[in-house]
């Protein structure tokens, strides 16, 4: 008498089928876009810089509403083009009020690792930048519903000048060395002054099946070696005037649904 077969082997076919039709993607999206390696995603900033404000609230909170956050590893870096001096002590671009919410920024990150709660915090603030509102960034406590305690313990203490930083020696470390602020930097590649045209990278450079804003978007023509940078930088470096009268009209193409907020 043959003795039956492992029912191991049995499902090994099976098993195989489901690992072709898994491959071949078609409605299995979701399920893929899971498997699929997310595309790094980073921001070096600085939070008085109003290119790097209306960059965070016009462009980069879309990838929350359009589904693009499902395909990105997004980290932020509140530093920008500040200066460490030989004591220790940090300048900033924009002045002091700039270091204290870029430190404030920095501990808004460490005390909530959550992305989806220390972005919305920060595109709060952020938003205020654009609105020339940024010393009210206290409101934004209780318009999200969060306790300010870690926060505020943070960066009146030592520890929002040593996440700053670390901040301070990720960014000097940029290889390529960045040249202005907003410095987007999709996989590893900066994107140059091309860097409103982030999402189109992201989904070229995700290998899973991509989400649904990729088929409206058009990749990169050329490769950004070849992209020319201007020189100069691309913020507002006297002062605090940080919008024309013209920018300041414009409305945010992006809205955040934040509670107890009509904006």
């Not at 029912?7 to 899971?34: D, I, M, N, Q, T």
Request: charged share 25%.
């Amino acid at each position: 008498m043959i003795a039956p077969r492992p029912r191991r082997l049995l499902l090994l076919p099976v098993a195989l089928l489901l690992l072709l039709l898994a491959a071949a993607g078609g409605a299995l999206s979701p399920a893929a876009a899971e498997g699929a390696k997310k595309v790094s995603l980073v921001l070096y900033y600085e939070s008085l810089c109003p290119y790097c404000s209306r960059f965070i609230v016009n462009h980069l909170a879309g990838i929350f509403e359009d589904g693009l956050i499902d395909a990105v590893d997004l980290r932020l870096v509140p530093y920008g083009n500040a200066r460490v001096g030989s004591n220790g002590d940090i300048s900033c671009q924009h002045g002091p009020y700039e270091c204290l919410l870029n430190t404030v920024e920095a501990c808004a990150i460490d005390a909530w690792p959550d992305l989806d709660v220390h972005f919305r915090f920060i595109y709060c603030v952020e938003d205020l930048v654009v609105k020339r509102q940024y010393k009210e960034w206290e409101s934004c406590f209780q318009k999200l519903g969060l306790d300010p305690k870690p926060v505020t313990e943070c960066y009146k203490s030592e520890q929002g000048h040593k996440l700053e930083l670390k901040y301070a020696n990720q960014t000097d470390a940029l290889v390529p060395p960045h040249r202005y602020v907003p410095w987007v930097v999709v996989d590893g590649q900066p994107l140059l002054e091309d860097y409103e045209n982030f999402e189109a990278y992201v989904c070229k450079a995700y290998k899973g099946s991509p989400p649904k804003v990729c088929e409206g978007l058009v990749h990169p023509p050329v490769a950004l070696e070849t992209v020319v940078a201007r020189s100069g930088v691309t913020y507002n470096s006297g002062g605090i005037e940080l919008a024309t009268a013209e920018e300041e009209g414009r409305d945010s193409k992006i809205k955040m649904r934040l509670p107890d907020d009509e904006n």
